[in-house]
């Protein structure tokens, strides 16, 4: 990846993303994760709970290969054309210069609250996981690396993939 900026990526607006978020899973799947989260906060910890939902987002990856990209430009044409195709939403890249690390804004991933986790956080396990392993796919792609849910409201995760400096 050669292009290195540290603009912001574009927010979405919150309520438009968290609606198009919601409005994005259809409803004969809501019931079905709904009772798959509840069901594995039930026999897991957090910490298994989010290592399984990474693994998922791997696996994920792994059914939606990327081809090399030389630029980051392609690179978040290809992702957002694989998330268009599984209407999981959108995302935009940008580097950090400072925190030498690359933010990754997702919007609009599906969004099913589900027993204690009501804004649909436990997405963020399943972003990690899936763009860990596009990542990974690339040319030069440091596997002790992973990426990092930061911050996450409805509709909209931010993650950060990096070394830190």
């Known amino acids: 990846m050669t292009e290195a900026h540290a603009a912001e990526p574009h927010q979405a ?18 019931l079905f994760v709904r009772g798959l989260v509840e069901t594995l906060d039930e026999h897991l910890d957090s910490a298994g709970r ?10 994920m990856a792994d059914a939606m290969p990327l081809p090399h990209c030389d630029t980051l430009k392609a690179l978040e044409s290809h992702i957002n ?9 959108y995302c935009q890249l940008a580097v950090d210069v400072e925190a030498r690390r ?4 997702h919007a609009a991933a599906p969004a099913i609250g589900a027993g204690e986790d009501a804004d649909g956080g436990w997405i963020g396990a399943v972003l990690e996981g899936l763009y860990g392993g596009w990542l990974s796919q690339q040319p030069g792609a440091d596997a002790d690396l992973a990426p990092s849910v930061f911050v996450y409201a409805p509709g909209e995760a931010k993650l950060g993939y990096g ?3």
Not at 50 to 59: F, N, P, V, Y
């Open 163 to 165: 070394r830190a400096a």
């Open 102 to 105: 690359l933010l990754v804004t």
């Open 50 to 59: 989010a290592a399984l939902l990474r693994a998922i987002g791997r696996r």
């Open 13 to 30: 607006e919150p309520l438009t993303a968290a609606y198009l978020a919601r409005r994005g899973v259809a409803p004969q799947w809501r």
């Open 81 to 89: 054309d694989a998330l268009g195709a599984a209407e999981w939403g």
